[in-house]
């Protein structure tokens, strides 16, 4: 039998490597702009046609090649980072492996143009799937220009897979924020299409922050810095105030480069528990700087995955950096024992006494005198309910009810379900709000406790959903006396543009002056004073929409996010007091709708506490 076994050629390694280190248009442009960033560069445009399908072009002013050096450049496994194992351990550039230059070319058609400052005449270099077509000198200025045109188009099935170009565009701007916001003493300019999407100038952290994702958020920060023998923690956290539900800005760097590492998450997420609720995130940009030797980033290649020798130390440090910026600065807010959640209520002890309330009594009644049933003395109700009024309903309910078989008409439509409403209690004196946030009413089975800002939310959503599928005109909307205009990153402006026609639909109307939107009219249902935070969320959602998707499900889930969006706004807050008859009528339609308990996104909003778990707190 022959042996088996071959040496596979240099082309099909370059592609294999290539599934790892390129996955997409953003991988090419992270590989490239780390090695403008090491070649000293402080200038670096970045040109993009077809969010990066067609071209992918980068230019920096850095230090540039000879014609030996590009053309080696090209090979896998060769750098000019490290020279042995053990620099490793002592990494101060961005790259280090050899593989990306080598994998971009295995699937895709590179051109290079580069110069060293020295060097009269520059080398130009030609590269189609890993095969060198042509090098020449070419006079060029001084740096580097790569154009990567036509990503895998050698590899079908990697082509096919890559997203719209909306989805491609929103990660390569993800990738570009990282980039720019830790190397903020460079100038990037981004550019798609032939617009210009970013062009930031050397600035401070802080600077390059607002720059990138909106002067508004200067306000929102906290400044973090701590120097230990250990690590050196800068940055910035967010207030607490502006924590959000989603859509959160959260950056760690270390040592220039950025990184995912969930257990400083953690640390960081520790010191707002109490002070944020439960399904809110803070903001923060955070860059340590620690000894070269003390982590590895030669995990995984992207380089994001960083291990730590010390991190239960560097935990420690973090959470107390952050816990001392919210202290330092006040920005822990006031107890509220009024909005405090109770504690779980739990059936006494058998060696406690319970301690029995005392009843205030007033010592001047006396219900034996006349002036008692004139008025003198307050009437005793229960729920506003008068003894005979109540006693009343109680006659009425022992009374049979006929064959027993009929039921409302919201159990009718929520097949498989019990009917949970008590048509006994459909009364606005049987509706009891329980500190601004929850409804309690009678229950067959119990006693129905129902959550009113999700119950609202879900009212209006199915409200939106039908009169956009029924008809295809503009819901009523209210104009705005002043237009406000929107402070959007690029990314934003880009996905805002293509949704404007779908808002328009809902109410919304706004219009594009001076390349910025205004916002002229909302729907009617929302409240005027939130313009700002409505746009956010709305886009917030419809940015994080399912990736992979054909173009009419993908409208289909813009138009149910927006839906999403507005009724979540439009909603009844928590806090608001309600009247019996608005608690009546809100829950009345709530139990209407065919799937009551539950919010589009899988959040509960109606529950039974049945009578069992009463009769178990007593025993």
Known sequence: MSDVIKLLPDSVANQIAAGEVIQRPASVIKELVENAIDAGATVVEIILKEAGRSLVQVVDNGCGMSDTDARLAFERHSTSKI???ADLFALHTMGFRGEALAS???????????????????????????????QEPVACPA??????????????????????????????????????????TVAFTLVHDGKVLYKLQPSSFLKRICAVFGHNLEQQLLPVDVDTSLIKITGFVGRVEHARRRGSLQYLFVNERFMRHPYFHKAIMAC?????????????????????????VNIHPTKTEIKFEDELPIWQILNTSVKATLGRFNDVPAIDFDTDDLPQFK???????????????????????????????????????????????FEDDRKPTGNGNETSAASERNSGTEQLFDNSAADASFYIQLRG????????????????????????????????????????????????????????????????????????????????????ALPADVDMQTVTAVIDDLLTRVANAAEGEESETMRQSTVQRIALSVATNAAIPYGRTLSGEEMEHLVSQLLSL???NYTPTGKLIVTIVPFDYFNRLFQ
Not at 150 to 170: D, I
Not at 276 to 295: K, S
Not at 364 to 393: C, I, M
Request: contains cysteine.
């Open 104 to 134: 971009i070319a295995a699937i895709a058609q590179v051109e290079l143009r580069t110069r060293r400052v020295d060097d009269q005449l520059g080398t130009r270099l030609i590269i189609n799937g890993s095969q060198c077509e042509l």
């Open 437 to 520: 946030r929850y409804i309690l009413t009678p229950a067959r089975s119990g006693l129905m406790i129902i959550d009113q800002h999700r119950a609202h939310m879900l009212i209006l959503y199915d409200k939106y959903t039908h009169a956009h599928a029924a008809a295809s005109t503009h819901m009523p909307s209210q104009s705005l006396l002043f237009p406000v205009t929107l402070d959007l990153d690029p990314e934003r402006t880009a996905v805002l543009s293509n949704i404007v026609p779908m808002m328009e639909q809902f109410g919304f109307s706004l219009c594009e002056r001076d390349g910025a939107w205004q916002v002229t």
């Open 143 to 184: 740096g580097s220009n790569f154009m990567i045109k036509n990503l895998f188009y050698n590899v079908p099935a990697r082509r096919k897979f890559l997203k719209s170009n909306r989805v491609e565009l929103a990660n390569i701007m993800r990738e570009f924020e990282k980039l720019a916001l830790i190397n903020n």
């Open 83 to 85: 020279r042995s194992a």
């Open 347 to 393: 059936p006494f002890d058998a060696d406690v006494t319970p301690v029995i309330p005392q009843q205030q009594i007033d010592k001047s009644y006396n219900p034996f005198k006349e002036h008692a049933r004139s008025g003198a003395a307050p009437a005793r109700t229960v729920a506003g309910t008068d003894w005979e009024q109540l006693y009343r309903r």
């Open 594 to 596: 065919q799937a009551p």
């Open 272 to 296: 707002y528990e109490q002070l944020i609720p439960t399904d809110c995130q803070p903001n923060y940009f955070l860059r340590f700087n620690v000894e070269p030797q003390a982590i590895d």
